[in-house]
């Protein structure tokens, strides 16, 4: 198999995810903290929620290792399992590697078996493993007992969705870092009329910016009523 360095990948794409972006819940901020620090090399276990940032972290992480000349690899499970467990031979020899989605392999014996290959050869090249699950029990969840053994030894995190209280402040900030004008008012009303997800308004935020152009408007109540 071809070095890693000359790998492509068919979801491969720039992420403008950025850890500047990352809306930090209190609740989070030392999850934060240690994925951010490029001197820990430890392994880690993030499980959260359906749409609680684990996926933008792990991009944003990418991103930071490679501003920093160090090779990092994002492996979304759900587009790679398909592509048969050969697709992660060799990875070991990135600094980094991080997959996303740990749930999609479970009772898949043979994706068991090459992740097991893949922690034991990476504590031969020293690279930097970071795993992430919808579910708070897959570590324990494994078929395969030698599994089940080694990822007991990375470090867990449970990474908090956004909490109701902060989802105001979070979205504003979001809109400040993309240059995008939402008021208070506006704000407010999209939290309380759309899904309270930061995934789902972000996506929202960025129809309306668009919109908002089109239109040669300004983001009003009226224009968020437009577009849902």
Known sequence: MNSPKQL???WNKTFKSNFNSFYVDPQNEQLLNDIKDLSNGDNLYIYGVKNSGK???LQSLCNEYSKNKKSALFLPLKEVVRYGV???ESIENM???????????RNKKEWEIGL????????QTNCR????????DIKAAFSLPDLDSRMKKFNSYKIFPISDNHLLEALKNIANLSSINLGDREAQYLITYTKRNMSDLVKI???LDQLSMEN???ITIPLIKELL
């Open 129 to 136: 493993l970071i795993f992430t699950s919808s579910s708070e």
């Open 55 to 57: 996926t933008y972290l």
């Open 116 to 123: 097991f290959n893949l922690i034991n050869n990476s504590l």
């Open 205 to 207: 935020l960025e129809s």
């Open 95 to 105: 600094d980094l590697v991080c997959i996303d989605g740990l749930e999609i392999i």
């Open 86 to 88: 050969d697709i992660i």
């Open 216 to 218: 040669k408007r300004r």
């Open 8 to 10: 492509t990948f068919p």
